[in-house]
């Protein structure tokens, strides 16, 4: 049974941080591209950025250098370490496992809230 279990979600002041894990189980982490989602109230859920086992990352526009994205094959994570967040970063996260054949895979979100 696959399993995505995301964690490090919550509350921050603008200008803040998170750093958002998912432990993945039951696939073999290092042939999924990894990334992470997000989805506000009343908007579509987006990418905000994803990681294959061999480096290869992108980011949405609206990151701007803020996030970073990274992995260890060893322990089946891959993170999310989000700064200088902003009031719309305010969403739930969604990790997501993707092997760009025929298997995609959804954690079960984890709510990030950036207010004062």
């Known amino acids: 049974q696959v399993q995505l279990v995301e964690s490090g979600g919550g509350l921050a002041q603008p200008g803040g941080s998170l750093t958002l894990s998912c432990a993945a189980s039951?696939?073999?982490?290092?042939?999924?591209?990894m990334g992470w989602y997000r989805q506000a109230p009343g908007k579509q859920r987006e990418l905000v950025a994803f990681q294959s086992s061999r480096g290869t990352t992108k980011y949405a526009d609206f990151v701007e250098g803020r996030f970073t994205i990274s992995r260890d094959d060893a322990k089946n994570t891959v993170f999310l370490n989000m700064n200088s967040l902003k009031p719309e970063d305010t969403a739930v996260y969604y990790c997501?496992?993707?092997?760009?054949?025929?298997?995609?895979?959804w954690g079960q979100g984890t709510q990030v809230t950036v207010s004062s």
């Open positions: 997501n496992a993707d092997d760009y054949l025929t298997e995609k895979y």
């Open positions: 039951g696939i073999i982490f290092r042939t999924y591209v």
